[in-house]
T-cell receptor, first 114, second 114 residues
């Protein structure tokens, strides 16, 4: 079974721009969660989607948004980029049925904001 | 490769020794705990998990111990190998915290010396 894939792997943007990141979950998984990883704040939960609905949300500003498609692929968008948005953005997929379902992570998208 | 954390606590061990990585969690309502391993340039990789109704679980060369009284989790790696060198994160999922909202610890860097 193929793992979680994320595209692009690396991205460089400038302040004020917007960016869209993509995540394809493991086949059959209906839940996709997004996390931001920085050296200073560690791994922080952004949001989770299940069957095209946002089911859970972390404490990030409204500039961070996401969506999920009928094939369970998910995208996250960050508008009006700030320098502090530079981070590794990780998505994780799981079956999403039970809260104890294991989450499997993709390799991440490294976003650099200049 | 990308830096996961610049100032993480580091555990240095000799190849063949046993390693113990500790983690304190904060939410007494957490009912599911996971250990992830993250190598440079990669996303977190699932190692082992444990539910709150257990106090010990064993995998291949790894054991997780849960002490709910003091809210402490530990990961034991037997016969540590150079390939075990990575950053290790504990994560918790709180009952009532919503599906797939993992709260991650700061991480511990494990350095295995030949």
């Amino acid at each position: 079974k193929a793992g979680v894939t994320q595209t692009p792997r690396y991205l460089i943007k400038t302040r004020g721009q917007q960016v869209t990141l993509s995540c394809s979950p493991i086949s059959g998984h209906r839940s996709v969660s997004w996390y931001q990883q920085t050296p200073g704040q560690g791994l922080q939960f952004l949001f989770e989607y299940f069957s095209e609905t946002q089911r859970n949300k972390g404490n990030f500003p409204g500039r961070f948004s996401g969506r999920q498609f009928s094939n369970s692929r998910s995208e996250m968008n960050v508008s009006t980029l700030e320098l502090g948005d530079s981070a590794l953005y990780l998505c994780a997929s799981s079956p999403g049925v039970f809260s104890s379902d294991t989450q499997y992570f993709g390799p991440g998208t490294r976003l650099t904001v200049l | 490769g990308e830096s996961v954390g610049l100032h993480l606590p580091t555990l240095s061990v000799q190849e063949g020794d046993n390693s113990i990585i500790n983690c304190a969690y904060s939410n007494s309502a957490s009912d599911y705990f996971i250990w992830y391993k993250q190598e440079s340039g990669k996303g977190p990789q699932f190692i082992i998990d444990i539910r709150s109704n257990m106090d010990k679980r064993q995998g291949q060369r790894v054991t997780v111990l849960l002490n709910k009284t003091v809210k402490h989790l530990s990961l034991q790696i037997a016969a540590t190998q150079p390939g075990d060198s990575a950053v290790y994160f504990c994560a918790e999922n709180a009952l009532g915290g919503g599906y797939n909202k993992l709260i991650f610890g700061a991480g511990t860097r494990l350095a295995v010396h030949p």
